[in-house]
């Protein structure tokens, strides 16, 4: 029977594609495209069979070549079938190699109509138009690199000198990482039930922008990530955007928090922690910074959060530019965080949109708790 892989799909990403059988069944193999970056981790295609109904083996390759080295144990991707909801494949199980490497094996029952598998949940456009229809103003402030119009949602436009509290918000710097547009989606849900009581949030869901057309992971990707291109001057046409809408937010408000929402490598389950913005000398702003950390910590509870909450970024990089955290802190003057959410599960509870939204739900809860608790103290 006739098995066609596609990667023709919102997000496809998929190569070194081979089509085989063994005695009992067909057998897809591949593994994640770079698409010209140095690092893989996301992939996303369509599995077209022409009728067949019947089990199909799917070999992911190359494991440890993508983000994390994952064992295929703790991959958890989403399959769908025909318009049907995504929902969690079981976690892969693991064939070890004769030369060493490692591949993850699922064995997928096909009723007959075209299936699609991701690596985790996916969230495009599609997924933002539906979150602005919950009563949030969607305006284009720019373009991305390859001159695809860049949404920016917000509860208010507010006018310069307005004293009413602000947040400023992002998503998908590194194109791959839905967990954070979840988390994002949920987050500004939580504010938008909020009402009056929330703060003045602006929010860049879809940063890069091309790279979630694409497929692209875009981790490190080129000709520059975007969360290293936060300089004076900026290394991407994205975050020049960003950076002059971050100037037009900070004068319509008292501005309080940016807050950028990623996923971590593809092997961790620990929990939900923050990078910082790089330790300066101004004592008073980290202090601001951790107390948020704090906060948030104790918004997340035990049931999501890894601790420490608060880290620093010690990973090496490929550049050694500013990020968004950096850009905030160092040069606004603004308390920072970059929110990393696992991709799979915390601790043995498998993650869903339902579960990265209450994550998002209560880390927007930790901040209107700190704006009540600053208002009741006479600080508001
Ligand atoms: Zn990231």
Known sequence: MPIHISTEIPSGNACAITVTRDAAMPVVALTADPHGGPEALWFCFRIESEGYAGPLRWELR???NLLGGPAPETVRPVMRAGAGAWERLPPGRRRDEPDGQWTGLWTLELAGEPVEIAF?????????AALAREGWRADVIGVSQAGRPLTRLCNAYGAPGDARPGVYTLARQHSGETPGSWVLDGFLRRM???????????SVPL??????IQGDYGKDN?????????????????????????????E??????????????????AGVY????AVSADALLMRRTLEWGQSFSAALTEEYVAEPVSRFATYPSRWDTPTITDFCAHR?????????????EIRGTVLTPARYRDIGGRLAEGVLRALGDAAASGGG
Not at 238 to 245: K, N
């Open 120 to 128: 985790c949940y996916p969230y495009g456009p599609e997924e933002v």
């Open 192 to 202: 938008a039930e909020a009402g009056d009581r929330a703060p003045l949030v602006w």
């Open 274 to 277: 923050a990078f910082l913005p």
């Open 332 to 344: 606004l003057g603004i308390p920072a965080l970059t929110f990393e959410t696992p991709y799979a």
């Open 62 to 64: 190359h494991m440890g």
């Open 222 to 250: 080129y000709p520059y990530d975007l969360n290293r291109a936060w300089g004076a001057a900026p290394m991407r046409h994205e975050i020049l955007a960003i950076q002059h809408d971050l100037h037009r937010w900070r």
């Open 252 to 269: 319509r408000c008292r501005p309080l928090l940016c807050l950028d929402f990623h996923a971590p490598g593809g092997d961790e389950t």
């Open 207 to 212: 940063a890069n922008l091309d790279g979630v």
